[in-house]
């Protein structure tokens, strides 16, 4: 009899793909803050409706639910970091790469996020396509949300269709 592994590959798969995304999220928003110097500059377009606009994010997610207090903000790290720790130990026992990638996207954005909340009291959002209809200023840990939640609802409606 075999023993299976701790954490399979597609467990690695997602915690490797999180891992990638808080590295790519807390560089872009480094580079924003700290080297292009957003925050002096507000809004800044960088290419036809592409646009750079220095936006810092009390709420949720896309600005809903503010949580300006200090109890607030250390909720929404907390809630964050278990919501990370919650997928990490779903996706270690993974058995689907769009599960993992899914995984790995979602945890991997609220990391970042979290990191900010607690670094700065607030998202650091920059991401600016309003001028698409699309009215809200996000993050690259954002997209890495949204784009990981669509993967997982595919997943789900995949793993429906062939039971």
Same mark, same amino acid.
């Given at each position: 009899?075999?023993?299976?592994?701790?954490?399979?590959?597609?467990?690695?798969?997602?915690?490797?793909?999180?891992?990638?995304?808080?590295?790519?999220?807390?560089?872009?928003?480094?580079?924003?803050?700290?080297?292009?110097?957003?925050?002096?500059?507000?809004?800044?377009?960088?290419?036809?409706?592409?646009?750079?606009?220095?936006?810092?994010?009390?709420?949720?997610?896309?600005?809903?639910?503010?949580?300006?207090?200090?109890?607030?903000?250390?909720?929404?790290?907390?809630?964050?970091?278990?919501?990370?720790?919650?997928?990490?130990?779903?996706?270690?026992?993974?058995?689907? %790469?769009?599960?993992?990638?899914?995984?790995?996207?979602?945890?991997?954005?609220?990391?970042?996020?979290?990191?900010?909340?607690?670094?700065?009291?607030?998202?650091?959002?920059?991401?600016?396509?309003?001028?698409?209809?699309?009215?809200?200023?996000?993050?690259?840990?954002?997209?890495?949300?949204?784009?990981?939640?669509?993967?997982?609802?595919?997943?789900?409606?995949?793993?429906?269709? %062939?039971?």
């Amino acid at each position: 009899m075999t023993s299976s592994p701790l954490i399979n590959r597609h467990g690695w798969t997602a915690y490797g793909l999180a891992l990638a995304v808080v590295v790519l999220d807390q560089l872009s928003k480094h580079w924003i803050l700290f080297v292009y110097d957003l925050p002096s500059r507000i809004s800044e377009q960088v290419a036809g409706p592409f646009f750079l606009t220095m936006v810092w994010n009390q709420g949720v997610s896309f600005g809903l639910l503010r949580a300006d207090q200090d109890l607030g903000r250390w909720l929404l790290v907390a809630f964050s970091v278990l919501v990370a720790i919650a997928l990490a130990v779903w996706a270690r026992r993974g058995d689907r %790469t769009l599960m993992a990638l899914a995984l790995g996207l979602v945890m991997g954005g609220a990391i970042g996020n979290a990191i900010d909340r607690a670094r700065f009291g607030a998202v650091v959002d920059f991401i600016d396509v309003s001028r698409l209809y699309f009215p809200w200023v996000f993050n690259i840990a954002d997209a890495a949300i949204s784009v990981g939640v669509v993967l997982l609802l595919l997943d789900g409606l995949r793993r429906d269709s %062939t039971t």
